[in-house]
């Protein structure tokens, strides 16, 4: 079955702290993963899609098919990316490209 | 560009009624789905829709909800008889890509939250 796992509810940091929030996906195929974010009282959208090997705000992440993660990391972490950050799995080629999200890690950084 | 755009942004209900949301996607996407959001969760896809056809409601708890989307630009998704376990956020995306393609990005509604007592 597909399945993205977010370990952390919640991840606390201090401004200019690195940051990394952990992703780990159950696929059997080849998937497409993403990272969506919320920014308070905005909307969902994406931040990032790892076909596109881009960084975007600073964050960067990496698919590893042997570890099946696909964690999301910035070196120093802003006041401003405090947000909801979500893990997504498109089954590309198979279901129609569906979202499976995970349940999201709460990042918070503190002055 | 308009981004997506969902009514009503609030809906209060009790157990057994009825209601529905509406969902305007950007213009041009073809592809449009709504998701169930549920305090703590992600997102879960209740139904996908390419141009006027269903593509995937294989998690549409059919017995209770609906989903259209007449001429291929608006949907509405519908609740009857409501339960308490339906409380939750629904969301609404659109993608201009086609289903299955390799660009799949994903353009989010503001989302409707829908409390049931």
């Known amino acids: 079955a597909q399945r993205v796992t977010q370990p952390e509810k919640l991840l606390s940091v201090f401004k200019g702290a690195p940051v990394e929030l952990k992703c780990n996906y159950s696929?059997?195929?080849?998937?497409?993963l993403f990272w969506y974010v919320q920014y308070s009282r905005q909307r969902l959208q994406l931040l990032l899609r790892?076909?596109s090997r881009e960084s975007i705000k600073g964050f960067t992440a990496d698919l590893n098919k042997g570890e099946t993660s696909f964690h999301l990391k910035k070196p120093f972490a802003q006041e401003e990316d405090s947000a909801m950050y979500y893990c997504?799995?498109?089954?590309?080629?198979?279901?129609?490209?569906?979202?499976?999200f995970g349940k999201g890690t709460k990042l918070s950084v503190k002055p | 560009e308009a981004g997506v755009a969902q009514s009503p942004r609030y809906k209060i209900i009790e157990k057994r009624q009825s209601v529905a949301f509406w969902c305007n996607p950007i213009s041009g996407h073809a592809t449009l789905y709504w998701y169930q959001q549920i305090l703590g969760q992600g997102p879960k896809l209740l139904i996908q829709?390419?141009?006027?056809?269903?593509?995937?409601d294989s998690q549409l708890p059919k017995d209770r909800f609906s989903a259209e989307r007449l001429k291929g630009v608006d949907s509405t998704l519908k609740i009857q008889p409501a339960k308490l376990e339906d409380s939750a956020v629904y969301l609404c995306?659109?993608?201009?890509?086609?289903?299955?393609?390799?660009?799949?990005?994903?353009?989010f509604g503001p989302g409707t939250r829908l409390t049931v007592l």
């Open positions: 829709f390419q141009n006027n056809g269903v593509v995937d």
């Open positions: 995306a659109s993608s201009p890509g086609l289903a299955g393609g390799l660009y799949n990005e994903q353009f």
């Open positions: 696929y059997s195929g080849s998937p497409e």
């Open positions: 997504a799995l498109s089954a590309y080629g198979g279901s129609q490209g569906n979202l499976i």
């Open positions: 790892h076909i």
